[in-house]
């Protein structure tokens, strides 16, 4: 053994302290248990444990591994590699028939319609007609056009091979009625379809996982299409941040025509073909489910229970702006607040924010009428709903919750019209762009949709440490103002957290706490009164936008001496509210810095393994605030936003899941976890309440939103998703079940395990956990387990205790890592 191991062994005794793990929905609910001291292997680790050897076998070689789920991914939804041209419409007056006709090429060369029409389900084609209404600009065509007019479909296509012409003729008469030729109609033909595909989404999912999608589009009309003047206020690239690159809806119908480089102006066209403004709408549950969730149960069991009445006020028109407001608002765990209407309106927010869209349809399609919300309160943090014990997403608040706040509940309800006073013309009451800016004001300080991240930013610029005294100084400094906001006032958190090893994880996390009342080991509020749990070992001075801080870190100076500490990360959490004393969002900075170099290592973490902010990588749009905007205000208070790397100062490995069963609190395995819906705190769902287990049931069958987990990119850099590195990567703690009633995955206890278990099997535990509409598959469960185990080492927490793990883990490791004997 080398000498260093040995004096690294023998040293770890040389510190006692008594040490909790801090857990709850942001981290600050108090302690969650014992965590004694290291020393001698205790009764759960009476025998050696293994390396987990996932890599030697998982190389995407042998069996799949991170690459090889991005490969997969990769090969759906491949854009124009199936392109539609030469489409033309002729009406046969002699048969009474609609002819279209189209060439289809596949890698530049002739694709046969026979090919299509013989791969079914794994291929599809559809055409239809959509009339267009010049005066409203709108798809709501007279009887008998009040939906979809069918062109064509796979059974209806022939193909001549001298040309090259696929054409698909079908009679001028069906349940729409017959309509003769289109070309005197002002309308468009749409045709979509697929060739090959990998199979579904998980039901209750439409999506396709869909290898090679296709698009075409004519416009009809005695003007040779030019009436055709549909301009949507929406974006297609909006929908990219969070969904496919290109945008397909239902996983293979194109947003717009040409793919990622076609034309804007085309942007939902072939959506508005089945979308019609004037259609009646199917998904009466979408309101029922923020209105009346009780009633939203027992209508999900029958549909037929709903009075006339019911029906009538909760019907709605197929319009894209209900569909996509109401599916976003009400169904999905959408994890931003519909009042950011830039996400998918950017640009052409004056063309949204009208009076004349200020109607009771505009507010119903994100608002419910009477339900329940949720709504941040002073510090940012989102209340959990009241049924699930999940804060699912930031829903729009209840209409007559808003007009009791503002004390005009006597005279308004869902049949007045707005604009009677909410106008510019002589209007007594506010116009539309004043309730709505169009951003969501914790993220936006003014009208230009300029981010509070953007202009007010801190950073930290100096460390220095010193050996005899164990003591870390750093400065920070704050900069900047927007919307009446300065960095002067920022409130600052600073942490400190010890890197075990050459590892990006934490062998002491600044939010851990010891002793009894609790104390975090390494954080420290600046706010006025004291946090009465901050650290006693950080002193900060200075303020009004400059900062001192000092740290003494004598607890760990045998760790320190031996080199199991060798870097620390420090971070600055900057709080700052606004007028109405809300947290807005900014960026909270860290840096690591070496301290035996005393230096700074930018490339030691940075975002080098998860990307926060949007962007592109090698095609694919990646980036946590593509979705979520300003990471952290959807689930926590906006201070934490901007850096994944302040994310691990809590979520370490060294914890358990404290609301996710059979995860670690690190991140890796929370987000795996969350981002396959899992669902939070399970044990505390009354499965026998039939609004609990509808809400349950919803979660866990949700998708993530590029229609596929494996698309590991959307999250992480290329190249950084594989099996972790045994050397660089500490153990993690698995949390027990969470049992709630009529669950089937048993009882299992929580277990000390490896890093590619904690990573890489968070989102396997999660597949098995929410398997069988969410009750759980404890073969697969069972099969996962053990096969980690065998491969691997899960032991049982209590008696072992993580720093007997990670020690003797890394004792195997020399100063080559080579892996030494005795």
Request: aromatic share 8%.
């Amino acid at each position: 053994m080398s000498k260093r191991l040995l004096i690294l062994m023998c040293s770890i005794f040389l510190v006692v302290p008594l040490l909790f793990l801090g857990c709850g929905s942001d981290g600050s609910d108090g302690a969650a248990g014992l965590q004694g001291p290291p020393g001698d292997p205790g009764p759960g680790l009476s025998t050696a444990l293994n390396l987990e050897s996932c890599a030697i076998c998982h190389d995407d070689q042998n069996v799949r591994n991170g690459d090889a789920h991005q490969a997969d991914y990769d090969q759906r939804f491949q854009d124009q590699v199936v392109v539609v041209t030469n489409m033309a419409y002729a009406y046969n007056p002699a048969d009474n028939t609609h002819n279209v006709t189209f060439r289809l090429t596949k890698n530049g060369q002739p694709l046969p319609c026979t090919e299509i029409t013989t791969g079914a389900p794994a291929d599809s084609l559809s055409i239809g007609f959509a009339e267009y209404n010049p005066a409203t600009r709108s798809f709501d065509p007279p009887a008998p056009l009040t939906s979809r007019l069918s062109l064509g479909s796979q059974s209806t296509l022939t193909y001549d091979s001298g040309t090259d012409l696929c054409t698909s003729t079908v009679p001028d008469s069906n349940v729409l009625g017959t309509v003769g030729d289109l070309s005197l109609l002002n309308g468009i033909i749409e045709l979509n379809g697929r060739d090959d595909r990998q199979g579904t989404l998980a039901s209750p999912s439409r999506v396709q996982l869909a290898l090679f999608p296709f698009a075409g589009l004519l416009k009809t009309g005695p003007s040779a299409g030019a009436a055709v003047d549909y301009a949507s206020a929406a974006n297609v690239s909006g929908c990219e941040k969070c969904h496919t690159v290109p945008y397909l809806k239902h996983g293979f119908i194109y947003g717009r025509i040409g793919g990622v480089a076609g034309d804007t102006a085309t942007d939902f066209y072939t959506c508005k073909g089945c979308h019609m403004d004037n259609g009646p709408g199917g998904h009466l549950i979408w309101q029922l489910l923020v209105d009346n969730p009780q009633l939203a149960a027992a209508f999900e069991a029958d549909e037929n229970i709903l009075t006339p009445a019911q029906e009538d006020q909760y019907a709605y028109k197929t319009r894209l702006m209900n569909d996509v407001h109401m599916s976003h608002a009400m169904e999905f765990a959408y994890p931003q607040s519909m009042a950011n209407c830039a996400t998918c309106h950017e640009g052409k927010l004056t063309d949204v924010l009208t009076d004349n869209n200020f109607v009771i349809e505009t507010c119903k399609s994100c608002h419910p009428v009477t339900g329940g919300t949720d709504l941040a309160d002073a510090d940012g943090e989102f209340t959990v709903d009241t049924r699930t014990k999940n804060s699912l997403n930031k829903q729009a608040p209840a209409l007559d919750g808003l007009w009791a706040a503002a004390g005009v509940a006597g005279f308004h309800n869902v049949n007045l019209t707005c604009t009677t006073c909410h106008s510019v013309a002589g209007g007594a009451a506010s116009v539309f762009s004043v309730y709505h800016t169009g951003y969501d004001k914790i993220i936006y300080g003014d009208a230009a949709g300029t981010k509070y991240s953007a202009a007010i930013t801190v950073t930290i610029d100096n460390a220095s440490f010193v050996d005899n005294t164990n003591t870390l100084t750093f400065g920070f400094h704050a900069t900047g103002s927007l919307g009446g906001l300065s960095s002067a006032n920022i409130v600052p958190t600073v942490l400190v957290g010890l890197y075990g090893f050459d590892t990006k994880d934490y062998l002491f996390g600044p939010h851990e706490s010891e002793g009894s009342p609790s104390k975090r080991l390494l954080e420290f509020s600046t706010a006025v009164p004291a946090p009465s749990n901050n650290s006693t070992r950080i002193t900060v001075t200075g303020g009004a936008g400059t900062w001192n801080v000092t740290a003494d870190l004598s607890t760990w100076a045998g760790y320190i001496d031996n080199g199991s500490v060798r870097r620390v990360e420090v971070a600055v959490m900057p709080l700052l509210r606004n007028a109405d004393n809300v947290i807005v969002a900014l960026n909270a900075p860290s840096s690591t810095f070496n301290l035996g170099t005393q230096a700074f290592e930018p490339n030691f973490f940075g975002n080098s393994i998860v990307r926060v902010q949007g962007g592109a990588v090698s095609g694919v749009v990646s980036g946590c605030n593509n979705c979520h905007d300003a990471l952290a205000t959807t689930f926590h208070s906006p201070n934490r936003g901007g850096n994944v790397v302040v994310c691990r100062m809590c979520h370490i490995t060294k914890a358990a899941g404290s609301h996710l069963e059979l995860q670690s609190r690190s991140i890796d395995s929370y987000a795996h976890a969350i981002h396959r819906f899992q669902a939070f705190d399970t044990g505390d769902i009354d499965f026998t309440d039939p609004v609990e287990a509808m809400e349950y049931t919803h979660h866990v069958e949700s998708n993530f939103p590029t229609f596929g987990i494996e698309n590991c990119r959307a999250c992480h850099n290329a190249a950084k998703f594989n099996v972790p590195n045994q050397g660089l990567s500490l153990p993690g703690v698995l949390s027990d079940t969470d049992f709630g009633t009529v669950r089937n995955i048993g009882t299992i206890p929580g277990f000390i395990t490896g890093p590619a278990t904690r990573a890489c099997g968070a989102c396997h535990r999660a597949e098995a956990i929410i398997a069988n509409a969410g009750f759980g598959d404890p073969i697969k469960l069972a099969n996962i387990n053990s096969h980690m185990t065998t491969f691997g080492y899960m032991v049982e927490t209590p008696p072992a205790t993580i720093l007997d793990v990670i020690f003797q883990i890394f004792s195997k490791f020399g100063e080559e890592g080579i892996i030494l004997a005795g």
